[in-house]
């Protein structure tokens, strides 16, 4: 069974830089058949997915966050991460990583980490 | 971006009732649709994929169609578990999720 853990801090100052790491057991990364992927939902609020990742490091970006948003893969470590830069009170937000399952052009998010709550706050 | 509409934006129900949600894309997104569940405190499960397929594990209860612009997911009779808020989402392009849809206990 594929799980998805988040880790990292749980506040972060204005205009600092969120850092969040999703190590993967029971499965791979290195693998060509899904992308690595980070959604976001603020509290009460709806989901938004922020990017993804390919075992290989090729990236797609929410072109709304694209300017601030890094997601890098750690094959050796079987983990994947993010970083938000310049963050504001409006990046709070639950933070899921969540794995996305290619299905020829389509594809779906198959598993989904418990989330990492977030709050920027000085 | 493709913005995803969801109706209602929630509903009242009871136990054995039979539901529908709607979902309304921005654009033609052939059959790109999936629909998550998500309880309070907890991620979002994939239900639906592809529009139409269920995934591994959910019930028969639980059915989607649609293709180009107009989705729905039906759930047959509903049971206590599945009052939850409900997402569609297009993998056409870059992913956008809809706003939601609360189902509540009537």
């Known amino acids: 069974q594929v799980q998805l853990q988040e880790s990292g801090p749980g506040l972060v100052k204005p205009s600092e830089t969120l850092s969040l790491t999703c190590t993967v057991s029971?499965?791979?990364?290195?693998?060509?058949?899904?992308?690595w992927s980070w959604i976001r939902q603020p509290p009460g609020k709806g989901l938004e997915w922020i990017g993804s990742i390919s075992y290989s490091g090729s990236t797609d970006y929410n072109p709304s966050l694209k300017s601030r948003v890094t997601i890098s893969v750690d094959t050796s470590k079987n983990r994947f991460s993010l970083r938000l830069s310049s963050v504001t009170a409006a990046d709070t937000a639950l933070y899921y990583c969540?794995?996305?399952?290619?299905?020829?052009?389509?594809?779906?998010?198959?598993?989904w980490g418990q989330g990492n709550l977030v709050t920027v706050s000085s | 971006d493709i913005q995803m509409t969801q109706s209602p934006s929630s509903l009242s129900a009871s136990v054995g009732d039979r539901i529908t949600i709607s979902c309304r894309a921005s654009q033609s997104i052939s059959n790109f649709l999936n629909w998550y569940q998500q309880k309070p405190g907890k991620a979002p499960k994939l239900l639906i994929y592809v529009a139409s397929y269920l995934q591994s594990g959910v019930p028969s209860t639980f059915s989607g169609n649609g293709s180009g612009t107009d989705f729905t997911l039906t759930v047959s009779s509903l049971q206590p578990e599945d009052f939850a808020t409900y997402y569609c989402q297009q993998s056409f392009s870059s992913p956008t999720f809809g706003q939601g849809t609360k189902v509540e206990i009537k």
């Open positions: 029971g499965g791979s990364v290195n693998s060509v058949s899904y992308y």
């Open positions: 969540a794995r996305f399952r290619r299905m020829g052009a389509n594809g779906s998010f198959d598993y």
